[in-house]
T-cell receptor, first 116, second 108 residues
Framework: DSGVTQTPKHLITATGQRVTLRCSPR?????VYWYQQSLDQGLQFLIQ???????AKGNILERFSAQQFPDLHSELNLSSLELGDSALYFC???????????????FGPGTRLTVL | DQQVKQNSPSLSVQEGRISILNCDYT??????FLWYKKYPAEGPTFLIS?????DKNEDGRFTVFLNKSAKHLSLHIVPSQPGDSAVYFC???????FGTGTSLTVIP
């Protein structure tokens, strides 16, 4: 158990809908990361937040957004869903004290999103 | 544009022998690397990391080697155990690129 929790575990929805995935980091971690794992693209970095502020952005679509709240939990919002958005979405957390400093990420169990 | 590649999609090794998993990267500015183990439908589990100020890091049965000039790192598992059977990924600590993964099977 990494200490990172994600809810829900599974989500089934229809094209065009909007969903919210939730992540609680390990106690003491200030940084949260979101990744997408799809069959054809592998594991891809989406976005990182540190203490409520966006720190790094990866291959995140404009239809997707995230935020980190004062209690440090994070939410990933996916809107106008398409069939291709079906994937496993992982959240990770790390201490993240200094930008650019080497840091170990600990991953949650993931949320499996199925878009029908 | 694959910044990090693991050229062996799969690897089979006898129990007790050494497993060697490889990872190649393109950007010489990457200076921190991590290895993760992943079971299906679970999140990646951190194994070991290495910073570019070192060329080797050991933790129990796991050793990671970094060759900066070749932009190559490898994970050695000795001795390999059946419980090591999983998919292994390397991750860059800068810009967070995951490798494509190598599925390791350790045969009892």
């Amino acid at each position: 158990d990494s200490g990172v929790t994600q809810t829900p575990k599974h989500l089934i929805t229809a094209t065009g809908q909007r969903v919210t995935l939730r992540c609680s980091p390990r106690s003491g971690d200030l940084s949260v990361y979101w990744y997408q794992q799809s069959l054809d693209q592998g594991l891809q970095f989406l976005i990182q937040y540190y203490n409520g502020e966006e720190r790094a952005k990866g291959n995140i679509l404009e239809r997707f957004s995230a935020q980190q709240f004062p209690d440090l939990h994070s939410e990933l919002n996916l809107s106008s869903l398409e069939l291709g958005d079906s994937a496993l979405y992982f959240c990770a957390s790390s201490v993240g004290e200094r930008e650019g400093l080497a840091d170990t990420q600990y991953f949650g169990p993931g949320t499996r999103l199925t878009v029908l | 544009d694959q910044q990090v590649k693991q050229n062996s999609p799969s690897l089979s090794v006898q129990e007790g022998r050494i497993s060697i998993l490889n990872c190649d990267y393109t950007n010489s500015m990457f200076d921190y690397f991590l290895w993760y183990k992943k079971y299906p439908a679970e999140g990646p589990t951190f194994l070991i990391s290495i910073s570019s100020i070192k060329d080797k890091n050991e933790d129990g049965r796991f050793t990671v080697f970094l060759n900066k000039s070749a932009k190559h790192l490898s994970l050695h598992i000795v001795p390999s155990q059946p419980g090591d059977s999983a998919v292994y990924f390397c991750l860059t600590g800068n810009q967070f690129y995951f490798g494509t993964g190598t599925s390791l099977t350790v045969i009892p």
